[in-house]
């Protein structure tokens, strides 16, 4: 196998074409009761995906709105069946749903309900999942051969569910063995035209990626048992607030750490998946991805914050000299300002996909190379897939909200 050619992946999307597309298509979605956004994210898709070269080719998505309109009727109706049935179950085992729990048992109840109903939820979660990325693939070209994978979504419910559980009960520790296998179940039911992709690599391979996690929960750990043995009632002394303030650095540790840990494994399976005879290579960088994160968040937060302050202030103004004049704020005032808040609502959402999704694609696009890329030469297209439900499962539990 000749891994020394190669071939680099770039992105060419910009800010302005972006946030114009998103924030137009945000209106439309508002000004259609939400109707819109199916067609919107297949826009927006349909932008990023071709701004996605690799060499001088470029990806092409060929997902419709109408598919994924019909999908989510269609997932909405099974999903209004299921939980009725889990409903009639609870009521069966004496749990039903207290609009204003007065006792602490109808708290309690209450409580079982919408718990027992979201762990019920959590197959179709798995299910919408895998069945969203079997979607993206099927509509998405590259030189118009399409991707594809496997129809095996409950396969990967089941072994989801599985290694959930025995990372839960083992702390984390078996997380690694989670991120491995349930990317090898996925990757190796992928196909690019004819060709499947090929997952390598072993699990225990991702612990290196882990040790900030561990860092961050032995800082945790540490300054607990250090500010309770230190407080003996009263105020805590300052070895206590020492122990309190180096469980609040393992907090920010360990979140910066599952940032990492997400990048680093994403290098590594990356690096050790195959097609064709074509293998591939990422470098994203752990500070570059928090960077973007933070001065993305900055400034969205920012421009929000003067917006909502202008508006308030107006807002105010508008009250009080209405209260003045003994007239009270009317429909159309009402009105007004919570579509003036829809609006703030849609503008911000195009500013986090222009200053925070969009580079982190752009990112993670521009450090992937692709080695031996002759072998892809000889891969073949493969048949048409109908595209099942369209994500209309994913969308109607709402975890298909991202591009």
């Known amino acids: 196998m000749n891994f020394t050619d190669r071939m680099s992946a770039g992105y060419t999307g910009e800010k302005g074409p972006l946030f114009g597309l998103a924030f137009k298509t945000a209106m439309l979605t508002l000004l259609t009761l939400g109707i819109y956004r199916f067609w ?4 927006i898709r349909k932008y990023i995906w071709s701004s996605i070269r690799l060499g001088a080719d470029t990806l092409e998505y060929t997902g419709t709105g109408l598919e994924k309109f019909l999908g989510f009727l269609v997932a909405v109706v099974v999903l209004a069946v299921y939980l009725g049935l889990v409903q009639i179950v609870l009521f069966y085992f004496g749990l039903h749903f207290v609009v204003e729990p007065q006792t602490e048992a109808e708290i309690l109840m209450q409580m079982g309900v919408i718990y027992a109903t979201f762990f019920a939820l959590v197959p179709l979660m798995l299910f919408a999942s895998y069945r969203a ?7 998405t070209r590259l030189r118009g051969i399409r991707f594809g994978m496997d129809k095996a979504a409950w396969g990967y419910v089941w072994r ?40 390598g690599g072993t699990w225990t391979r991702l612990y290196g990626a882990m040790k900030h996690i561990f860092t961050g929960i032995a800082l945790i750990i540490g300054g607990a048992v250090v500010a309770v043995l230190n407080s003996t009632g009263g105020e805590p002394g300052g ?4 122990g309190f303030v180096v469980t609040a650095i393992g907090y920010v540790w360990g979140i910066v750490g599952y940032v990492y840990y997400t990048v680093h ?9 195959t097609l064709a005879g074509a293998g591939f290579h990422a470098e994203p960088r752990t500070g570059k991805v928090i960077g973007i994160y933070l001065l993305g968040t900055l400034i969205v937060g920012a421009i929000a914050a003067a917006i909502f302050a202008v508006i308030g202030g107006l807002s105010a103004a508008l009250l009080f000299s209405g209260f003045e004049a003994g007239v009270a704020p009317g429909p159309f005032s009402t009105v007004l300002f919570i579509a003036l808040y829809l609006i703030v609502l849609a503008l911000i959402g195009a500013l986090a996909l222009v200053f925070i999704t969009q580079p982190i694609i752009a990112h993670y696009t521009q450090t992937l190379t692709v080695l031996n890329p002759v072998a892809l030469d000889a891969v073949a297209q493969r ?9 209309g499962f994913a969308d109607a539990l709402d975890i298909g909200a991202a591009v």
């Open 40 to 43: 919107a994210k297949t826009r």
């Open 133 to 139: 990325r079997r979607y993206m693939l099927a509509r």
């Open 160 to 199: 989801a569910i599985g290694h959930g559980i025995l990372t839960i009960l083992t702390l984390g520790i078996l997380l690694p063995r989670q991120t491995f296998f349930l990317e090898k179940y996925k990757a190796d039911r992928s196909y690019f035209g004819d060709q499947r992709f090929e997952q």
């Open 239 to 242: 070895v206590a607030m020492l």
């Open 265 to 273: 494994s994403f290098r590594y399976l990356t690096g050790e998946k």
């Open 383 to 391: 048949a048409h897939d109908a595209g099942a439900d369209a994500e």
